[in-house]
């Protein structure tokens, strides 16, 4: 076992922000002294600490063997975790049965569902949510799904996206969500890397006053996977969503796709006479659950795999703690459930605590800007939890129609995705929170499955734009160059020296990129690929990546990705992509792009380019400056110095040495007719 250590020392710090008195009362988690106390328990004895969270939940059989067995270091054989081995459990079970047999919740609201127009909603209780589940679980075997099977989930943010996800948890198959707003190519290559024989999507539906024609999308990436592998999906299940809505008939009628009979079902064709009673698949604690991709360094992205108890036991506990969950609370996380925010803290985190929650299919700017502040106060929101891309795009609206609205109800709000910059949290913390509420800056990442440095907002105090400290169960490091690791004040590479229940246990179908990514570079640690200080109370603050990656308002996104969409255009000869700060976004891309001998370089292309981009991989990834490099600074052996690049595109006059480069006549010509910083 690691050696404790306690995460700073108390902070004294004149410009903390103190937990809120009235908060700390019945917080669970009420004071520093309590989080230290705790934490001690979590790193010193996990087994225990983690028996008595398991305790909650139910168990068929019990685990066989060690509790927590794990490898970090690849030097010693394969890098593995494992929690509760041996253990059968069933996870939908134990956030839906659990609720309505045992702790009597079945007509407690599980979620408030806001379409994306303010005059679609409707409220869904626990015993609805688990007749919903069950048929649908029902409708899945009788498709020949088993344990096992990957399926993939390209819905919006309606209900059917939770029972879809819940119903293959119910049968033991892996769920494999991809964010609706990802283009047919995204699709295509996350429904062959993980080969799932079945789909579910809708037939369209509205963000803002905008009609995505999703089926259309779903059968466009379904033809790829034909012409790329011959791979043919058994079963292709369509929601009626916008078909569903009366006013819209004639709307959808015009975009209708053609139907493939061999494939094509409806949803509510297969549900109609559909059973409400389904025993769950009992599964191992260490079966997958599903699997989510996220951008990889290389370009492909990775199916990152979670794993059934520690998932749920780590998601449920993070919830409970971090937005200090009581029972009559109403929380809202904004995000979508195709990221990895809404699998843990709108699925799964919030069901297991028996919580209710909204779901929101819209946008926070339509019908109006002040749509998320009208929500809250219509549900009374007591616990919001947003990014900090949607605050700075608030913010530009001033605090006038945050004021419109009683947003009394709030006692706690969160961030997460990126780094929050101070001024973004003090108007959330000042306009939205009234200086009543703690603004929690949750850092954790689609591999870690839940928040891993966190406040609690009855126990931390806090200083604007920290992630303050590490949850329970986590230990984190700060590393040099070496693999030396500091202590006390310091900066450098943010890793974790042991497994906590929720991460990652492998990229789906290639191990070895597991191990390469996350374990290589310091046997013995996890490594996050951010950057972090610790400063001299013992706060951690992120600073951003260190790797290729960029993070466009809160997704991450590689550069290799964006460059390869670029270069598969027939004129361009080579590109490199970099990140330029940007006001809403955080990060947004700018792109050189070198064209091929005799291709001339003009505002058409560059259009072209950006459309060509948002096709491939989707609108978030859509470049906002793509610049002519007759030539890219490059290093005697070839390669590309990006740092210059970065420099350049944030109009920096400083290029600092230039020794290195085969060329550095290419960097005067870059910077001449570089795109004026203007935000
Ligand atoms: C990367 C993970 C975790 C859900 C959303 C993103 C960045 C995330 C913070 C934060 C600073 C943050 C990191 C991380 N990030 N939260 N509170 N402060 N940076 O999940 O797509 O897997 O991205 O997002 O760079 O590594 P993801």
Redesign the pocket.
């Known amino acids: 076992m690691s050696r404790m250590v306690i995460p700073g020392t108390t902070p004294t710090d004149e410009k903390l922000f103190n937990p809120p008195e009235e908060l700390q009362k019945d917080a669970h988690i009420p004071d520093f002294e309590s989080y230290l106390r705790l934490y001690k328990k979590s790193i010193e004895e996990p087994e225990e600490f983690w028996k008595e969270v398991a305790e909650d939940f139910f168990w068929k059989s019990p685990p066989k063997g060690e509790f927590l067995k794990y490898n970090f270091d690849v030097t010693k054989g394969n890098v593995n975790v494992k929690f509760m081995a041996g253990a059968k459990t069933n996870i939908c079970y134990n956030i839906l049965d659990r609720n309505v047999n045992e702790k009597n919740r079945g007509e407690k609201v599980a979620y408030y569902w806001e379409g994306n127009s303010p005059s679609h909603s409707c409220s869904i209780t626990y015993n609805q949510l688990l007749k919903q589940v069950c048929k649908f679980a029902n409708v899945l075997k009788n498709m020949g799904v088993k344990k096992g099977d990957r399926v993939a989930i390209y819905l919006p943010m309606i209900p059917e996206l939770v029972y879809s996800m819940l119903a293959c948890a119910r049968v033991g198959a892996v769920h494999s969500t991809v964010f609706a707003g990802f283009s047919s190519e995204s699709l295509c290559e996350r429904i062959l890397d993980s080969q799932c024989s079945f789909l579910i999507t809708a037939d369209g539906v509205y963000r803002g006053d905008k009609l995505i024609n999703l089926k259309q999308i779903s059968d466009e990436a379904l033809e790829k996977c034909i012409e790329k592998e011959n791979f043919v999906i058994k079963n292709c299940i369509i929601v009626r969503h916008i078909g569903e809505q009366k006013n819209n008939a004639n709307v959808y009628n015009s975009f209708q796709t053609p139907w493939n009979a061999d494939t094509n079902v409806w949803w509510d064709d297969v549900m109609k006479n559909s059973s409400e009673e389904c025993e769950p698949e009992w599964v191992d604690a260490e079966d997958p659950l599903f699997i989510l991709y ?2 990889g360094s290389t370009g492909k992205p990775k199916g ?1 795999l979670h794993t059934v108890a520690g998932y749920l036991l780590y998601t449920a506990l993070t919830f409970k703690y971090v937005f200090d969950y009581h029972p009559d609370d109403v929380y809202w996380c904004t ?1 979508d459930i195709g ?3 809404g699998h843990s803290y709108i699925t799964y985190g919030p069901l297991a605590n028996g919580a209710t929650s909204v779901l929101f299919e819209g946008v926070p700017v339509y019908p109006h800007v002040g749509r998320f502040w009208e929500i809250i106060e219509k549900y009374s929101v007591s616990k919001f939890y947003t ?2 891309t949607a605050i700075r795009l608030l913010m530009k609206y001033g605090q006038e129609p945050v004021k419109k609205f009683n947003l009394g109800s709030l006692k706690i709000l969160g ?6 910059n101070p001024e973004a949290w003090l108007w959330y913390y000042n306009v939205v929170g009234e200086k009543r509420c703690p603004v929690l ?8 499955g839940g928040h891993v ?2 406040p609690l907002p009855a126990a931390t105090p806090l200083k604007p734009g920290s ?1 303050t400290f590490p949850f329970f169960g986590v230990l984190p490091s700060i590393l040099n160059e070496h693999g030396e690791e500091l202590e006390g004040e310091a900066e450098g590479y943010l890793v974790f020296k042991q497994p906590w229940p929720a991460i990652m246990r492998t990229v789906y179908g290639n191990h070895e990129r597991f191990e390469n990514t996350y374990f290589k570079k310091f046997p013995g640690y996890y490594v ?3 950057g972090c200080r610790r400063d001299k109370d013992g706060y951690y603050w ?1 600073t ?2 260190i790797d290729d ?1 960029l ?1 466009v308002s ?3 996104l590689s550069t290799a990705e964006v460059e390869s969409a670029l270069t598969e255009h027939p004129v361009v000869a080579e590109a490199a992509v970099v990140s330029r700060p940007h006001a809403v976004k955080g990060e947004c891309l700018y792109c050189f792009v070198t064209l091929k001998n005799g291709r001339e370089f003009s505002h058409s292309l560059a259009e072209e380019l950006k459309k060509q981009v948002r096709e491939k991989i989707g609108p978030i990834a859509t470049p906002d400056f793509i610049q002519n490099a007759p030539a890219l600074p490059k290093t005697r052996s070839g390669k590309i110095m990006r740092r210059v690049l970065r420099q350049i595109a944030r109009s920096e006059k400083d290029l600092g040495d230039l020794s290195t480069l085969a060329d550095p006549k290419v960097v005067e010509v870059l910077f001449s007719q570089r795109w004026e910083a203007t935000a």
């Open positions: 996220t951008s990152v995000a990221w990895i925010t990014a900090p961030t997460v995705g990126e780094p929050i800056d949750t850092f954790w990442q689609t591999e870690t440095i966190t992630a996050t690929g951010d992120i951003g990546r990656m993070n809160g997704h991450l």
